[in-house]
T-cell receptor, first 111, second 118 residues
Framework: TQLLEQSPQFLSIQEGENLTVYCNSS?????LQWYRQEPGEGPVLLVT?????EVKKLKRLTFQFGDARKDSSLHITAAQPGDTGLYLCAGVSRSNYKLTFGKGTLLTVNP | DSGVTQTPKHLITATGQRVTLRCSPR?????VYWYQQSLDQGLQFLIQ???????AKGNILERFSAQQFPDLHSELNLSSLELGDSALYFC?????????????????FGPGTRLTVL
């Protein structure tokens, strides 16, 4: 069974601060996806990282895939209240392309 | 708006009852996935259908079943409900069954059905 551990589980910060969320596994994945979920809604895909060491930027969000394709991080610069939400990472299996989700990091950005 | 629709939005029922959750995928998507989300377990994959056929099974209980119809909409049936079945149930859809091209693995989630079993 492939497991993804996300840390921290909860994060409450002030507007303007920087933060990093981690997603770790002992398994190698074909690719890794990051989703954001807001209350009352389904997860929305933010980005997919595919190559070991790959870095992708989405405005103030920077995503990195570990060299061994087992872990990933999400860094947010100058967080804003609109960034508040549950951030989920999901690993794509190399064998059957099934997604395995981490339990998520609940981020609250206070104005 | 992801293009995936789910009904109902909320469902309150009693233990021992049976309910049916409905999902319509994005136009053109052939795969439908069902997930259960709870505070302690996170988002758990239940089952996947592709073009009407069961494709993959995850942590789905025997009391639960699903099907995908010729028009590609899907239903998840939950029976003999227990208190622990209270959760958010999400449907997601994708173009195909996944592959080495990253876009093949992109799933689009509906807004979910919140099930409360009393």
């Amino acid at each position: 069974t492939q497991l993804l551990e996300q840390s921290p589980q909860f994060l409450s910060i002030q507007e303007g601060e920087n933060l990093t969320v981690y997603c770790n596994s002992s398994s190698v994945f074909s690719s890794l996806q990051w989703y954001r979920q807001e209350p009352g809604e389904g997860p929305v895909l933010l980005v997919t990282v595919v190559t070991g060491g790959e870095v992708k930027k989405l405005k103030r969000l920077t995503f990195q895939f570990g060299d061994a394709r087992k872990d990933s991080s999400l860094h947010i610069t100058a967080a804003q209240p609109g960034d508040t939400g549950l951030y989920l990472c999901a690993g794509v299996s190399r064998s059957n392309y099934k997604l395995t989700f981490g339990k998520g990091t609940l981020l609250t950005v206070n104005p | 708006d992801s293009g995936v629709t789910q009904t109902p939005k909320h469902l309150i029922t009693a233990t021992g009852q049976r309910v049916t959750l409905r999902c319509s995928p994005r136009s053109g998507d052939l795969s439908v996935y069902w997930y259960q989300q709870s505070l302690d377990q996170g988002l758990q994959f239940l089952i996947q259908y592709y073009n009407g056929e069961e494709r993959a099974k995850g942590n789905i209980l025997e009391r639960f079943s699903a099907q995908q119809f010729p028009d590609l909409h899907s239903e998840l049936n939950l029976s003999s409900l227990e208190l622990g079945d209270s959760a958010l149930y999400f449907c997601a859809s994708s173009v195909g069954v996944g592959g080495d091209v990253s876009s093949y693995n992109e799933q689009f989630f509906g807004p979910g059905t919140r099930l409360t079993v009393l």
